[in-house]
């Protein structure tokens, strides 16, 4: 059996067994699809408090080395004739101090989050839903009056007209339409705020174990691989770390830094509701391409239905906007290994979207990256083994 399995016609049998054998288990997910689909989904709620633990840790941890570092790195100093117990105690001073002081602004910033955001999110938005229909008529009659006394498109004023409320109705209609599914999103947070809390818990647990678990990753690692394989698994983490952490860092400064310039924007422009505008429009933009896109049209449109007159402003100032955050804050915040391209972007986040919901939404585009770079290095090998057999 051995000298059958060495031979060329063992290995294409073996080959062929593993295809035949491959095959079979795609046919089948994909025949269970939802079933599949379903105990994914499973597994990430049972998962949930560990997901959110390591975004927290990614996320809290670079502001814990910070004042680790620059604040309390005076503790850690040695001095003469300071014993190992003393360095040791000092050292675990500094690590809590640094710990407390990084969850303490964490806290903070989420406590001004909700008694900011999402206290006047909950009362505005139904306000939006039920004075909007008002404002449609208004702006209606505003774009009726524009063309009927305009003489380029007074000749076609009904056909424009019929166009316009159709497509008035149809936006309208999907707002109106989005606004419970937001509502039941906010909600959703909400409810999920024990979760969130007991992710929260598990991340500072983590932290504070990050010198022992590396310690003992270390230890794992050289009883089962060589040095060698060590050092690649070891490599691959670090990008992996790398490019979750640049990424999603980097969004969430993009983010709030979007969210700082539609507010300012649409205060100066004295659009109703800016604050509460400002504050969708910059969530939605955490998420790349397909939520930039989502944040600028739902503004447009809330622009065109309060104040139709300053929608083209509007629409032409997002667009400056979006054209500096594509080619000026992006390359500034984001770490170049967490930058995609536009491509990429969309269709990372449609297809984790269709497959995981929100959550996967807010991965897509580090998985992908990821694999990207796998896919890459993987081709390489094959392209210098390939090489290497020819010469």
Known sequence: MKNFFSGKAGKISFYAIVCVLIISVFISLWLNLSGVLGFLRGCLSVLAPLIYAVVVVLIVNPTVHLFREKVFGFLEKEKPGQSEKSKKRRAVLAKALAIFCAYLILLVLVAAVIVIVFVPLFQSISDIQTIIPSYLNSATEWIDKTIAGSKLFAAQHDEIMTYVNDSLQVSFDRVQAAIPVLLASLKTVVSEATTIAVGLIISVYIIASLDYLRRARDKIMAAFFTPETTERILRRTRVVHTIF???LTGRL???VALELVF????????IPFYSVISIVMGALAFVPTVGTI???SFGFFLCLIFSPAKATWCALLFFLIFLADRFLLQPLVIKPEARSSVLLSLVSVIVMYTLFGVIGALIAVPVALILKRWIKHL???????KNEAQA
């Open 245 to 247: 952490s640049g990424y």
């Open 379 to 385: 081709i390489f090998l094959r392209a210098k083994k």
């Open 294 to 296: 989502l944040s600028f």
């Open 263 to 270: 507010f300012f924007i649409l205060w100066m422009m004295k």
């Open 253 to 255: 400064l993009c983010s």
